[in-house]
C-alpha cells in the first residue's frame, strides 16, 4: 500500500530571489483537501507582503485539484499555475480514478481556465493559468523568476523543499 499523504512546500520568494520564508503541510493523495491546505500555508505565513500564489499545477497528489478561483477569493491574491506540460486528457483520467464522483474535481478543473502557452526563450515554453491577473502580467512575472531552465525560481525551490521533506520522512 503506498503512502496517503504527500507534503507541499511554499516559499516567500522576493524579486530579488532572496528567499524569505517556508512552511510546508500535507496534502491526501486522491484527496480533495489541496486548496484548504494552501489556505492554511498563507494563513501559517501570516504575512501582509505576499504578492501572489504561484503552483507547480493545479492537478496535484494524485488528482487532488487545486481550486484558483477560491485561493483568490479567499486571500485576495492573484494566483499563477505554471507547468512544463498541459494535462493531458484529464477527462477521462478522473472518470477512469473516481467513476462514481468524477463531476466535482472536474468542475474545479474548468473553472480554473484556459491553459495558455508562455515562450520563456527561443527554445522554450511553459503552460499557464492564472486568475486576478492578466497575461502579459503572468508573462512578465514568470520571465522574471525564470533564471534557468522554464520554472520559476519559487517553484523550483518549493519542488526542493517539498522533495527534501518527503525524503526525510522516508528516512524515518
Known sequence: MGASHSILGGVV???????DGMVW???????????????????QLDRMDINGIMLHGTVIAGYNII????????????????????????????QSTFPSNWEHRWRIAQQNGEIKALEINAN???????KECE???VKGIIKGFTH???????VRVARLFSR???DAEKQK
Request: glycine fraction near 2%; include cysteine; hydrophobic fraction near 35%.
Open 25 to 43: 503541510d500535507r496534502v491526501t493523495i486522491r484527496g480533495s483537501d489541496s486548496t484548504e491546505t494552501i489556505l492554511r500555508m498563507v494563513k
Open 124 to 130: 522554450s515554453c511553459v503552460y499557464v493559468q492564472y
Open 67 to 94: 481550486d484558483m478561483a477560491r485561493l483568490v477569493q479567499e486571500t485576495s491574491l492573484p494566483v499563477i499555475s505554471v507547468t512544463k506540460q498541459p494535462q493531458e486528457d484529464l477527462k477521462s483520467h478522473l
Open 148 to 154: 534557468f531552465g522554464t520554472i520559476p525560481e519559487p
Open 135 to 137: 497575461y502579459e502580467t
Open 164 to 166: 527534501s521533506l518527503i
Open 13 to 19: 520568494i522576493r524579486r530579488d530571489l532572496i528567499i
